[in-house]
């Protein structure tokens, strides 16, 4: 199953989408060595972009050919973090250009790890030539 438009930060660290549809998301991702913080679990700004593509596929979803852009996250963190993780991202409400969503990751014993909230705004997808700093590319924020 593909996200769409390529994401090198996602394709680095190997999040895999298993459900893309209806409002929900599944990712799915296992944890590597370069991955962990000091203590040897999941390092939280690996968990919190996991949540954060979670709620950005959910928001996408319902409007696939639209791009979304982080507006705001809230994250806790409940455990720490180990192994193979699963997102799931929930799209709990939408306006015509806002999206507001929550996305929970459970390791493989099923034991809630963190949850986040995120708000995002949609944003017509613009084609942007590889390597181009054309300002008429740039990600609209307004």
């Known amino acids: 199953m593909s996200f769409g438009p390529r994401i090198p930060f996602v394709d680095l660290l190997g999040f895999e989408l298993l459900q893309f549809d209806d409002g929900c998301s599944v990712l ?9 913080n000091s203590f040897e679990v999941v390092h939280g700004g690996v968990v919190l972009s996991l949540m954060d593509v979670a709620m950005a596929v959910a928001a996408r979803s319902v ?26 991202g929930e799209l ?11 996305a929970s990751i459970v390791d493989a014993q099923g034991q809630l790890c963190a949850h986040a909230t995120g708000t995002f705004k949609y944003a017509a997808r613009r084609t942007a ?11 609209p924020t307004d």
């Open 63 to 88: 409007q696939k050919d639209m791009g979304v852009i982080t507006i705001e996250l809230k994250t806790s963190f409940m455990r720490p973090a180990t192994g193979r993780l699963t997102a799931k």
């Open 129 to 139: 030539v590889p390597g181009s700093h054309d300002p008429q590319a740039a990600i």
């Open 92 to 102: 709990m409400h939408r306006t015509r250009s806002m999206a507001f969503t929550q």
């Open 28 to 36: 799915a991702y296992e944890a590597q060595p370069e991955h962990l």
